[in-house]
């Protein structure tokens, strides 16, 4: 073991005594469901009968990216179970919103341990999947570890590894070999993510990124029809998933705006809807309704809070165009394609880093509006939504461009889920063509795509 992997067992261990309270103190805040806090220690295991994958993912991008491909690992073995852990409130919640009712009943859900060896251990005596799968770049040392050294397979996918981690892993190549020689398998999101973890020795390949797979997001039919009736014909858009710091932008360039279009609606939609009440603040002597208080736009109304979680698909599907956040701040960008998905045309900001392989096609294709880097951030972002408030043919033009790189990879959740299956032992579970059997080898069904080279 590495000097710095055994660093960090230690400072796990020796953290532990404290962890309670951290979490009480998240629970306290909403971070936390207190009723589970149980599952950061390791507990509540439910194994059910039968071969069982874990997939964990993060936070709420992740996860949504790993739903396609439960879906077509759950066809190409129907007798597989799913175990997904995550480790935050937000993604459990949406989980359990976004799961198809026909896969719903194999899927059990966990908070992921926190990185305490002992806590790990219960939580995979408990559990003992049968495979691992790991979303983008999860890299916890020692869950890593004592899931290898039970002889788990485990596979890393939709990896990604920016420039900035690669040089932090290179000053620690002891700790990155053992973090990284468990995997089997690495699937990379782009060419660039598959090199820079090859150059920190894992077999890193690129089938595609997950996150072009993913379905549209969904609206309640309903209440998208209520809303309509509610927004009329006035000229709306919508500020999505904002960070702090960008919502003061989006607020002045709405008062930019609201002369040029009367009537004009604002929407923000920020990433955390706990802060709703602080960005309605943010829009003082503008008059302001808030979601989460059940509260309806009126004709008088310049900005909408929607602090609601899951209901992008709503707004998208009425805005007119719409600001994608994280990317006006040093944060590195949401996801682009969800708008693009609903044709709906997208506005970014210079720091998109976390999109960056994605923005740059669906920038080549004429798919997206992005503001400089050194501009007046409301004055370019007012005119940038301007620009398609008065030109309703440019922004439709602009929305097919990024639908058409929304739809790119749409077969890409079945060829990753034909290159794990081999890490998973079926135990008799029958798996379909396409997939493939206990030693590998390729069933009948289409031919494979070519790989090409991210206390308790």
């Known amino acids: 073991m590495s000097l710095l992997a055994t660093a960090w067992r230690l400072a796990a261990c020796a953290a532990a005594p404290t962890l309670p309270a951290y979490l009480r103190h998240r629970a306290g805040r ?6 589970r806090v149980a599952e950061r220690y390791g507990q509540g295991a439910a194994r059910p009968e039968g071969p069982l994958a874990w997939l964990h993912a993060a936070s709420v991008g992740e996860m949504l990216s790993l739903l396609p491909l439960v879906e077509a690992l759950g066809s190409a073995a129907p007798g597989l179970r799913f175990l997904m852990t995550t480790g935050t409130r937000t ?3 949406l989980l359990e919103r976004r799961l198809p009712p026909a896969l719903a009943p194999r899927v059990m859900h966990r908070f992921v341990p926190l990185d305490v060896p002992r806590w790990v251990a219960r939580f995979l005596d408990g559990w003992r999947p049968d495979a691992a799968v790991f979303a983008e770049s999860e ?4 869950l890593i570890a004592a899931t290898a050294a039970r002889g788990i397979p485990l596979a890393l996918v939709n990896a990604r590894m920016s420039d ?19 995997f089997a398998l690495v699937l990379a999101q782009t060419e660039a993510d598959a090199a820079r973890f090859r150059a920190l020795g894992a077999p890193a390949h690129c089938l595609g990124n997950l996150k072009y797979a993913a379905p549209p997001l969904p609206a309640d039919a309903a209440e998208l029809a209520r809303l309509r009736g509610v927004f009329g014909a006035r000229p709306a858009w919508v500020a999505a998933s904002t960070h702090p710091g960008e919502e003061a932008v989006v607020l002045r360039a709405h008062r930019r705006l609201a002369a040029a279009h009367p009537g004009l609606l604002t929407v923000i939609v920020p990433r955390h809807p706990e802060r709703g009440p602080a960005v309605a603040a943010l829009a003082e002597g503008l008059a302001v309704a808030r979601r989460a208080a059940g509260e309806d736009p009126g004709p008088g109304t310049a900005v909408l809070v929607a602090d609601t979680l899951g209901e992008l698909g709503l707004f998208y599907r009425l805005a007119a165009c719409a600001f994608v956040g994280g990317s006006l701040v040093e944060h590195g960008g949401q996801n682009p394609l969800e708008p693009a998905r609903l044709r709906c045309p997208v506005l970014l900001g210079p720091h998109v880093w976390n999109f960056a392989e994605i923005v740059e096609r669906m920038a080549a294709a004429g798919g997206l509006t992005r503001i400089a880097a050194g501009t007046d951030l409301a004055a370019a972002l007012a005119e940038a939504v301007s620009a398609v408030l008065s030109n309703p ?33 079926l135990r008799g579970a029958t798996a379909r063509p396409g997939g493939r059997n206990l030693a590998g080898t390729a069933l009948a069904g289409p031919p494979a795509t070519r790989i090409v080279d991210e206390g308790n």
């Open 393 to 425: 043919d440019r922004g439709r033009a602009q929305a097919e461009a990024a639908a058409g790189v929304a739809a790119e990879e749409a077969g890409l959740p079945g060829r990753i889920a034909a290159a794990l299956l081999p890490l998973v032992p």
């Open 91 to 93: 993604s459990a919640e």
């Open 30 to 35: 909403g971070k936390e469901v207190p009723e």
């Open 164 to 182: 900035r981690s690669l040089r932090w892993w290179r000053r620690a190549p002891g700790l990155a070999r053992e973090v990284l020689a468990p």
């Open 139 to 142: 890299l916890w040392p020692n």
